[in-house]
């Protein structure tokens, strides 16, 4: 996918464009996409920000995503 990420005046990313094509490729797998609000509920706001929090203070915890993934398999092949 030939995504192009796009930026203000300053520098910052300011949105993503995605060409036609491609957009029709993921409507079709995803056909609610433009139903779908950039909103979501407070409650979840709140667990992402303690989430994050937590990250900020302990980043030697975090840990990638791959090596769950295979314990998960390993569980899995048992």
Known sequence: ???QVLHDS???NSGVYIPAQEWDLIKKQYPDI???TD?????QKEI???RIEAISKN???VKPIKGLFD???KKVKK
């Open 1 to 3: 996918m030939k995504l």
């Open 10 to 12: 300053d520098g910052n």
């Open 34 to 36: 433009e139903e779908i």
């Open 39 to 43: 909103d979501i509920p407070d409650w």
């Open 48 to 50: 992402l920000s303690s």
């Open 59 to 61: 980043p030697e915890k």
């Open 71 to 73: 314990a998960l398999d």
